[in-house]
């Protein structure tokens, strides 16, 4: 069990581009979460997968951000036209279907949007 | 709706001293609660959870909270900080309904004087 780890870590973009972002979680973890966080502030929820099933989004995630979890393990973020209000670090957690109160989480990816 | 209070944006003790971290919580049932470490730049490390019994839990690192239903908090406590503490500390609930998402605080950030 290596733990849940997104890549990149860090990633800095201009503002206008697509960026994507990817999260592994632990093996067997049925559930996956995304959540936001902004300077000074506590990490917000994203969104929510069970299986490859996305069953819910936060009114935070906009049109521009869509997720995926094609097969029911690592999930991708992607935002479109980066925004520098996009600056963020984004978590990925994850959780098993025994134990669904405790996530783990991964490092994070840093976004900077220039 | 379910909410998480940290009262304390920041705060600074010496090293030695002891520390106590307020978090106050809005939910109507049994409350799973959690208290989060992030040091700089980095993801979030589990210091210590609540599901149900003793309402003195113990966590990693010498932490250790109180839960208390009459006043809807759970509170994190160290007797004695080391430098090594300073950091960002949130306080967390996790739905019990659908996703089990968590909803946090918007932190605590602890400054440690030599």
């Known amino acids: 069990d290596t733990g849940v780890s997104q890549d990149p870590r860090h990633k800095i973009t201009k503002r206008g581009q697509n960026v994507t972002f990817r999260c592994d979680p632990i093996?067997?973890?049925?559930?996956l979460y995304w959540y936001r966080q902004t300077l000074g502030q506590g990490p917000e929820f994203l969104t929510y997968?069970?299986?490859?099933?996305?069953?819910?989004k936060s009114r935070l995630l906009s049109d521009r951000f869509s997720a995926e979890r094609p097969k029911g393990s690592f999930s991708t973020l992607e935002i479109q036209r980066t925004e520098q209000g996009d600056s963020a670090m984004y978590l990925c957690?994850?959780?098993?279907?025994?134990?669904?109160?405790?996530?783990?989480f991964g490092p994070g990816t840093r976004l900077t949007v220039t | 709706a379910q909410s998480v209070t940290q009262p304390d944006i920041h705060i600074t003790v010496s090293e030695g001293a002891s520390l106590e971290l307020r978090c106050n919580y809005s939910?109507?049932?049994?409350?799973?609660l959690f208290w989060y470490v992030q040091s700089p730049g980095q993801g979030l490390q589990l210091l210590l959870k609540?599901?149900?019994?003793?309402?003195l839990v113990q966590g990693i690192k010498g932490f250790e909270a109180e839960f208390k239903r009459s006043q809807s908090s759970f509170n994190l406590r160290k007797p004695s900080v080391h430098w090594s503490d300073a950091a960002e500390y949130f306080c967390?609930?996790?739905?019990?309904?659908?996703?089990?998402?968590?909803?946090f605080g918007t932190g605590t950030r602890l400054k440690v004087l030599a």
């Open positions: 957690a994850s959780s098993s279907g025994t134990n669904t109160y405790e996530q783990y």
């Open positions: 093996s067997e973890h049925n559930r």
């Open positions: 997968f069970q299986n490859e099933a996305q069953l819910e």
């Open positions: 939910y109507g049932a049994t409350p799973y």
């Open positions: 609540y599901f149900s019994g003793d309402t």
């Open positions: 967390a609930v996790a739905t019990t309904s659908g996703t089990y998402k968590y909803i």
